[in-house]
């Protein structure tokens, strides 16, 4: 029986996959994704109205549908749906529906009430409160590879992470009077040593301890992790990276990943998630200071900073940290072995 191969034995980290970062659904990803109820018998007319695949079972909905008019171009009406209805994958949970009639109603037993989306108006929002209060750009459309690769058997590890900050994080700009996120900075300084600093960029408040922002995306495939590690937890420091914060002498927060992947024998890492200009970035060039063979794949982030991605690649690159495509012999391999 031949040995197992001890020289290429790699790890996953998705990171930071969370709805604050990810931009709220659009009825356009719903359409993609979600297909025509089964219940109905004829389709929908005009296209207006798409019934999705996962029906309410709640006592709550029909006191919130208005009346149907039985005109298809009649004045809006509207089905709100109360704070406590919380639809998951496949469904989204829209606080405010806009529709025409709802006269083409299939007929469903009395407990169960499907959701409406007039397909050629609506856009779906979740409110900033809730998450996407630093939605990356098309942050939600990597998700569908970062599934495709955590369902490998190749890796050793799948690792997730997340931002996990207390309300008096010191990179919210809330926190910091006059002062407004993305554009003003602030000095951090080692706690335990006066003497040690950086400047970091403020940001909206987000994915705070314990609130709807802070959960892994609603689409992520979350079970197959073998870890996830909080970071950000220290008010007091930025913590970009999955593996310690920036400050060295001493060091101040330490998440317990570089060991963990050595005792896991851990040879090559590959790095997914968001943002690909700052906490991907970031663990990226951290994995290889500890002596990992290093990858980001590019089609598996996305950049706070678009306009800046080629520069940032470039210095990613120049760091030692190779960006990689999907359809590369780096990435082919996972499916190879």
């Known amino acids: 029986m031949a040995s197992p191969d001890t020289s290429f034995r790699p790890a996953l980290i998705v990171v930071d996959m969370q709805e604050d970062f990810c931009p709220p659904v659009s009825y356009f990803a719903a359409l993609l994704r979600i297909p025509m109820d089964r219940h109905r018998s004829t389709p929908c007319h005009a296209a207006q109205v798409l019934i999705l695949s996962s029906i309410l079972t709640t006592p709550h909905v029909p006191q919130y549908i208005s009346q149907p008019t039985g005109h298809t171009?009649?004045?809006?009406?509207?089905?709100?749906?109360?704070?406590?209805?919380?639809l998951r994958p496949p469904c989204i949970h829209p606080y405010l529906i806009p529709h025409h009639s709802l006269s083409l109603l299939p007929t469903l037993s009395p407990t169960s009430y499907p959701s409406l989306f007039l397909t050629n108006q609506l856009t779906i929002t979740t409110p900033p409160s809730q998450s996407g209060s630093l939605a990356v750009s098309q942050g939600r459309s990597i998700i569908p590879l970062i599934n495709t690769l955590l369902?490998?058997?190749?890796?050793?590890?799948?690792?997730?992470?997340?931002?996990?900050?207390?309300?008096?994080?010191?990179?919210?700009?809330?926190?910091?009077?006059?002062?407004?996120?993305?554009?003003?900075?602030?000095?951090?300084?080692?706690?335990?040593?006066?003497?040690?600093?950086?400047?970091?960029?403020?940001?909206?408040?987000?994915?705070?301890?314990?609130?709807?922002?802070?959960?892994?995306?609603?689409?992520?495939?979350?079970?197959?992790?073998d870890k996830v590690i909080e970071k950000g937890t220290d008010h007091r420091v930025e913590m970009y990276s999955a593996f310690y914060?920036?400050?060295?002498?001493?060091?101040?927060?330490?998440?317990?990943?570089?060991?963990?992947?050595?005792?896991?024998?851990?040879?090559?890492?590959?790095?997914?998630?968001?943002?690909?200009?700052?906490?991907?970035?970031?663990?990226?060039?951290?994995?290889?200071?500890?002596?990992?063979?290093?990858?980001?794949?590019?089609?598996?982030?996305?950049?706070?900073?678009?306009?800046?991605?080629?520069?940032?690649?470039?210095?990613?690159?120049?760091?030692?940290?190779?960006?990689?495509?999907?359809?590369?012999?780096e990435v082919r391999r996972l499916f190879d072995v």
Do not use: M
């Open 73 to 86: 171009h009649a004045a809006h009406h509207h089905l709100q749906l109360p704070p406590t209805t919380c």
């Open 245 to 329: 914060d920036p400050l060295k002498n001493p060091r101040v927060s330490d998440s317990g990943l570089a060991k963990l992947l050595k005792e896991a024998g851990v040879t090559h890492v590959y790095v997914v998630g968001l943002a690909g200009d700052y906490c991907v970035r970031c663990t990226a060039a951290d994995a290889h200071a500890e002596g990992f063979t290093t990858y980001v794949v590019e089609e598996g982030t996305r950049a706070v900073d678009s306009a800046g991605w080629e520069a940032c690649k470039a210095e990613i690159q120049e760091g030692g940290v190779s960006v990689v495509s999907k359809d590369g012999p």
């Open 151 to 225: 369902a490998l058997p190749t890796f050793a590890l799948r690792l997730g992470t997340k931002d996990w900050h207390p309300p008096n994080h010191i990179s919210f700009a809330s926190n910091h009077p006059g002062k407004h996120p993305f554009i003003d900075t602030c000095t951090v300084t080692n706690p335990h040593n006066s003497l040690e600093s950086y400047e970091t960029r403020l940001w909206p408040d987000h994915c705070i301890q314990d609130t709807r922002g802070a959960e892994l995306a609603d689409e992520l495939d979350a079970g197959l992790f």
